[in-house]
């Protein structure tokens, strides 16, 4: 995806219509400087949630 330049009040300077909900998200989260054993743990959450939803549909099928 490239950079688009946005002059806007976000502090990304990213335009914000070229990322989806969820990366804007993250952005604001990662913008507030994560610890490493909190940034570990979130990716964890994040593994563990889309596990479950693989899971969960392999389960349908």
């Known amino acids: ?14 335009n914000p219509q070229s990322l989806s909900n969820v990366q804007m998200e993250l952005i604001k989260l990662y913008s ?8 570990i743990e979130l990716k964890k959450i994040l ?3 889309y ?8 389960d349908k099928i």
Request: proline letters at 3%.
């Open 1 to 14: 995806m490239p950079f688009v330049e946005y002059k806007g009040t976000n502090s990304t300077n990213i």
């Open 32 to 39: 507030t400087n994560l610890e490493m054993d909190e940034l």
């Open 47 to 49: 593994a563990d949630y």
């Open 51 to 58: 596990a479950e939803k693989a899971i969960n549909e392999a």
